[in-house]
């Protein structure tokens, strides 16, 4: 499943294409992709383990949900950082997120009038009428 990849089902929701950003070996993030393949919703997954991830979609959502819940502080990646490693400054936490991917809350869904951060059952069943 590596870089963009485009799931196609019989029944596409009537919305423009959501992306799903996340790490293809990371259990949420399957269980989140096997849910939409399910659910018939069509998607594209783009895996910024491989593909990076730009910061535009990181401001738009730490501005939507904030920055202590982008920032996956319950990563293991983000308690092997030392102190002095953990950011200090939204910018400083952009630039660590980018270099560092495993700490950003998955998935990041993002899609016309939709954006929803981690793994909810309830909001995904509501977002998308199933």
Known sequence: ???????YVNKVIKRKMIRIYGI???????????WMIDNRIE????????LGVDI???????????L????NTKSRTWKELTEKERPKSEKEAIDLMRKKTSIIKRPIIDGKNIQLLGFDLEKFKETFGK
Do not use: A, S
């Open 1 to 7: 499943m590596g870089g963009v990849n485009r799931c």
């Open 24 to 34: 293809k070996n990371c259990d949420t993030i399957k269980k989140t992709l096997r």
């Open 43 to 50: 998607y594209q997954f783009h895996d910024y383990k491989t």
């Open 56 to 66: 535009d979609i990181l401001e738009r959502f730490i501005k939507k949900f904030g």
């Open 68 to 71: 202590e819940t982008v920032l």
